[in-house]
Nanobody, 123 residues
């Protein structure tokens, strides 16, 4: 019943940056661990990053570590993914996801998903 809506995707050149946003319609948003996944054409969905309920801890996939940063603003009920130094292989649909009281280092089965936002990186 948690509604998640992503925004901020678009088309950028390699080396550029984007910030994705995820807005949640959940009164107890601060009890949900949140994360981002992505799925490229012809590939399976993969984990990108996750953040703990309070925002005190993060987990970032090795493929994007050092380039992507996940953050959250519980007052605004939002999660963000800042993406720097984008590469063509980052092209995918990015999904926001959440699960109540979840260990972010085993964030494999989120309960709630957004509709996705397209990120396209040109070479």
């Amino acid at each position: 019943q948690v509604q998640l809506v992503e925004s901020g995707g678009g088309l950028v050149q390699a080396g550029g940056s984007l910030r994705l946003s995820c807005a949640a319609s959940e009164r107890t948003f601060n009890t949900y661990a949140m994360g981002w996944f992505r799925q490229a054409p012809g590939k399976e969905r993969e984990f990108v990053a996750a953040i703990s309920e309070s925002g005190s801890s993060t987990n970032v996939a090795d493929s994007v570590k050092g380039r992507f940063t996940i953050s959250r603003d519980n007052a605004k009920k939002m999660v963000f993914l800042r993406m720097n130094s984008l590469k063509p292989e980052d092209t995918a649909i990015y999904y926001c996801a959440g699960k109540k009281w979840q260990n972010i280092f085993s964030f494999n089965t989120p309960d709630y998903w957004g509709q996705g936002t397209q990120v396209t990186v040109s070479s």
